[in-house]
């Protein structure tokens, strides 16, 4: 069972940016699809970005043309680079993975290997 650490996260003024990484234990090449998502409190976890072995990317509105997800199977790492960051984007982060589908989505619950997260504070 893969497992996965996120790291990178920190405090940043409006406008700064911090880039994630998700290192994975095992080999990441097999998995079809993974992604980052976050949490504030007493809000519902939400996906941020997501990232399938062809390549193709998704991202959420509110991050597009900020955010670039990315990920090196050589080195069993996902990345999630974050620019021109706001304070609306203050969360604790978490990278996913989806071992169990051949397909990718951004169903939350379809994602069954999660690390601990790390938290990213944005002040104005």
């Known amino acids: 069972q893969v497992q996965l650490v996120e790291s990178g996260g920190g405090s940043v003024q409006a406008g700064g940016s911090l880039r994630l990484s998700c290192a994975a234990s095992g080999a990441i090449r097999t998995i079809w699809c993974m992604g980052w998502f976050r949490q504030v409190p007493g809000k519902e976890r939400e996906g941020v970005a997501r990232t399938e072995t062809d390549g193709t990317t998704r991202y959420a509105d509110s991050v597009k043309g900020r955010f670039t997800i990315s990920r090196d199977n050589a080195k069993s790492t996902l990345y999630l680079q974050m620019n021109s960051l706001k304070p609306a984007d203050s969360a604790m982060y978490y990278c996913?993975?989806?071992?169990?589908?051949?397909?990718?989505?951004?169903?939350?619950?379809?994602?069954?290997?999660w690390g601990q997260g790390t938290q990213v504070t944005v002040s104005s």
């Open positions: 996913a993975a989806d071992t169990a589908h051949l397909t990718c989505s951004d169903d939350v619950h379809r994602y069954n290997i």
